[in-house]
């Protein structure tokens, strides 16, 4: 099975400009091709995960990945998906990023000996003279194709900046740029990309004459399309001080049995086959033993085998021994944290984490769904003393997840 037939079958791809030949580019010579970081937060998160998984599956095919570093583009902002314009960074800020998106990379594409390179578009669109750009590369495109593009679509009517406007003409000059210096012929991205990446296509063709590439793979959604990797804290992160190994591991052992086989396709490295057979004879509460293998291989990839190992055990003592485990999620209360010598309940679910706000912990305590040291919490008003978190107090919130805070 060639690699363009394994991302076929594992439902990676999403849209291709041109399949035949794509695919006949994969499967007979070394590709160089690339994909776009921009660096909006100090850690990568899940989504940017299923990239560097689909990154990973091209190079052991032998091609070579361009990691692009937006240090260059974050400084506008892609306005993909965005009903209103991205947080301006700092380019102080926007450099911190991206390293530490570079050293989360690493963990996951090998760099040595050029079988990978990581590059950064601050590196060529910071030195641009802008009326050169503009004679250079804003004359192949057209802006009435360009306000019909979905990128822009979502934001025309909140109103669009003309500082987002030119997003779209220097992502697709970073493909022209990367063509020339290093002879990238594809470009990969998320399917939100496609109009982005279209528009990079249609530039290196314009401007050098030559045929380039652009494939979309698939969004990681539920079945009914909703984004995954969203908690209560926020993005699911791949940073540990961010979202802890068992947190990361939880998520995942807890998806819908709708998402479960899915996710084992789009993120995992597990046999195809494996997985495809699962698919065939499992069932009901038999999908448990897919969701902990998809939960223990991706924490696996991401945290090692070691956090993944931890994550399982832990796992396996809350819910199958009902035991308390040191590697449990844990909050460490302080002296500010208590009024008096007590914590409300509510200001409790928020310290930790387990609930955004005091009206969604309320919520939650009058439908029976929080549970301290075994007993059910029912009162909303109910206050805790501090002396109570001196050996630690142990949150279950709803049926599966644990937590505990301590002073």
Request: aromatic residues 8%.
């Amino acid at each position: 099975m060639t690699v363009f037939e394994e991302l076929k079958r594992r439902g990676l791809i999403a849209q291709m400009t041109h399949p035949e030949q794509l695919e006949k580019l994969f499967n007979e010579e070394k590709v160089t091709f690339y994909i776009g970081f921009d660096a909006t937060a100090d850690s990568l998160h899940v989504g940017h995960f299923l990239q560097l998984v689909v990154m990973k599956h091209l190079q052991r095919a032998g091609h070579r990945p361009v990691a692009l570093l937006g240090t260059g583009t974050t400084m506008i902002g892609d306005p993909t998906g965005k009903t209103d314009m991205r947080k301006m960074l700092t380019p102080e800020e926007i450099n911190h990023n991206a390293e530490c998106f570079r050293r989360q990379m690493s963990r996951f594409i090998d760099f040595s000996d050029g079988n990978a390179l990581i590059v950064r578009n601050g590196d060529w669109l910071l030195k641009m003279n802008y009326m050169e750009f503009l004679r250079d590369v804003g004359v192949h495109f057209s802006v009435n194709k360009m306000l019909t593009a979905e990128c822009f679509k979502t934001r025309l009517e909140r109103g669009l900046s003309f500082l987002e406007f030119n997003y779209m003409l220097l992502q697709s000059y970073d493909f022209l740029h990367l063509y020339r210096e290093l002879g990238c012929k594809v470009e990969l991205g998320g399917d939100d990309q496609w109009s982005n990446i279209l528009g990079g296509v249609d530039l290196v063709r314009r401007c050098e004459g030559q045929e380039v590439y652009g494939m979309t793979f698939t969004l990681l959604t539920t079945k009914e399309g909703k984004k995954m990797g969203k908690t209560e804290k926020g993005a699911l992160w791949l940073d540990p001080e961010k979202t802890t190994p068992y947190e990361f591991f939880q998520y995942w052992r807890n998806v819908s049995d709708d998402d479960v086989i899915n996710c084992l396709k789009l993120i995992t490295f597990v046999p195809i086959e494996q997985i495809e057979e699962m698919e065939r004879t499992l069932s009901g509460s038999e999908l448990n033993q897919a969701k902990e293998l998809l939960a223990y291989e991706v924490t696996k990839l991401v945290h090692g085998e070691e956090e993944a190992d931890k994550a399982l055990a832990t796992s396996k003592n809350l819910f199958v021994a009902g035991t308390v485990d040191k590697d449990m999620p844990t909050t460490t209360l302080s002296e500010d944290d208590f009024a008096d010598g007590v914590i409300g309940v509510l200001n409790l679910m928020v310290k930790t984490g387990l609930c955004p706000s005091n009206g969604e912990a309320r919520r939650l305590v009058q439908q029976g769904g929080v549970v301290i040291d075994d007993e059910k919490v029912t009162d909303p008003k109910m206050q805790l003393s501090k002396e109570r978190f001196e050996n630690g107090v142990i949150i279950k919130k709803g049926k599966k997840t644990y937590h505990k805070a301590q002073l």
